[in-house]
Every structure is written in structure tokens, then in C-alpha cells.
């Protein structure tokens, strides 16, 4: 199989890449040279927004196309244009965030969507989104598009900081705020159970938008951090603490402590997704234990410093509002 990755330096595209590599597929990386690709793949520099930014891609004939992009569907809807006579099947790594808000708990794929348009720029993500997945499919068609809605994602190469931040913490010892319930469940995907199901999908000829994130509850809170704390080898002691203490020391659920949300709209709309589509087409994810291991073994390989996207905040709790939620 000939691949061309559209990105693939950081995170999931990276995963995607590295992925194809171990099945001996022909891999080639468009980015924009700010990373350094795996080795054995053909790199190919450019830069999408800019004015002949796709002039690399003006030669070449693959048999898959995966996109990350998450910014103006412009750039999808020019690099789909450009490959769909050279390329036979385009897979978008989307976003389960294309759904109207609120997106009920349970919904599926057939769930009403954002309004939005391939043409546009300087629109918000979720429209940036929805326009991605237009852009592709007026390319493409539907039969030779597949639409990966990804939830919430974790594992090595990490570069937004949901899971890196935990494992830091706890690191570090001491008293440590974890927010409960202990047993709320938990919904994710390690990067690479996406990368191989995109990559078997792909080569299955599979098309359509499929949820892609693991099943609800595939662990919970407490097994999460409970795991950062094994593999680190901390002191750490876990402080169980309800969302309403939490919430009331100002910190704010998803940001303030990542990957956390307390029961409620937006918990039902990020960690209860109906997956049984992409699970009936083989979706399989390993244990919680392993992706926390994995990500703390990649860390501890870069002294603890994650990659952290230009494009998204900072994110973890400032120790004032650890101690006040914490009553120390």
C-alpha cells in the first residue's frame, strides 16, 4: 500500500505514520519541516495555506490519503481537489465536535451536524471540522471517503497535554487533587488503536463517518490515575475530592484538570458516544494500563517535556487552586 500522510511529524499523524512503516507500506509525509518525519518515509515539504503550498503534491499516485488538518477546510478542500484523480481513498481524521451541540448521550453517527462550508476560513473548530469533512467528500464521493470522528485522544507523542499533565504531577508527589467520583467512566482512544483502525479500514476499502474513540467506560477515573501512580513510581497520594469542592475552588473541568468533566452535559457529550459501528468494523482498544505506561516510558524519554501544540492553551491547575480544593 502506498500511503501519503498529510502532516504525520506530531501526534496522531505520527501515529498513522508510524503505523504504516511497521506494515511495510510506502509511506510519504507532506509537512511543513518544522519536525523531523520518521525515518523511511519520502518527505515532501510544503506548506497547505500558503500560495503554491501544495506544489510537492503536483506528482505522485497513492493508494490512501490520510488528512489531520483542523484549521480552514480551504486547505482540505484544495489538497482533495488536487489528489482525487491520483490517490483512491481520502481518510479525514474529524472530530466528534461536528455534532450540534449539545450531542446527546448515546448519539450516533446519523446525529445531526454543525452547519458548515469547505470554502470557509476563520471559523470556530467545529465548523472547521464539518467544512473538512465537505471539502472531502465533494472531492472524493462518499464510496472513497472515510470519516474518522475521533473523541477524546491520548497516548505517546502527545502535544496537547491531557495525559502528560497527569503523569507530571503525580510525579511529582504529595498531595494530589483527584476529582470524582472515582468510578465516573471514562471515554478515549490510545493514538495508535486509531492510527491501526484507520490504516485497516483504509486498505478494507470501509467508508463513512465512524465514531472513533474506545466504548464508554473503558476505564474510569480512578484506574487512570491509579495507573499514573503505579508507573511512576510516585508517593504520590491520590485525594479523592467531589466535583462540587472541585468546582468551587475555581477550577474549570477539561482544562484545569484534564481529561475530567463531572456528570452532566457536557460529560454526556464527550464520554457517552455510541461506537458500536466502528467496534462491529473491528475498532479494538488495549487496556488503560498500557497506553499510561507507554506515554510515561516516551516522557520519561524527553525529561518529562511534552510537545505542546502554538495552537492550544496550557493547560493543568495552578497549585493555589490544588491547595484550596485540597483545604491544605
Partial sequence: MRLLMLGGTEFAGRAVVEAALARDWEVTVFHRGSHEPPAGVVSLLGDRTAPDGLAALADGRWDVV????????????????????????????????????????????????????????????????????????????????????????IGPWENVGRLPWWLNRIAAGGPVLAPGPRDLPLQYIDVRDMAEWLLD?????????????????HTTMGELLDACVRVTGSDAELRWAEPEAVLGAGIEPWSGLPIWIPPGELYDAVHRADVSRALAAGLRCRPVAETVADTWAWLRGRDGAAPQRADRPALGVKPEQEAKALGL
Fill in 66 to 153: 490520510v488528512d489531520t488538518w483542523s484549521w480552514d477546510p480551504v486547505a482540505v478542500r484544495d489538497a482533495a481537489r488536487l489528489l482525487a484523480d491520483r490517490a483512491g481513498r481520502y481518510v479525514y481524521v474529524s472530530s466528534r465536535s461536528v455534532y450540534a451541540w449539545p450531542p446527546a448521550a448515546g448519539l450516533a453517527e446519523d446525529g445531526p451536524l454543525v452547519e458548515a462550508s469547505p470554502d470557509a476560513t476563520g471559523v470556530p473548530y467545529a465548523e472547521a471540522k464539518r467544512g473538512g469533512e465537505l471539502a472531502v467528500l465533494g472531492a472524493f464521493g462518499e464510496e472513497r471517503v472515510l470519516l474518522g470522528r475521533a473523541g477524546l485522544i
Fill in 201 to 217: 479500514a483504509a486498505q478494507a476499502g470501509v467508508s463513512g463517518p465512524y465514531n472513533l474513540v474506545g466504548p464508554p467506560g
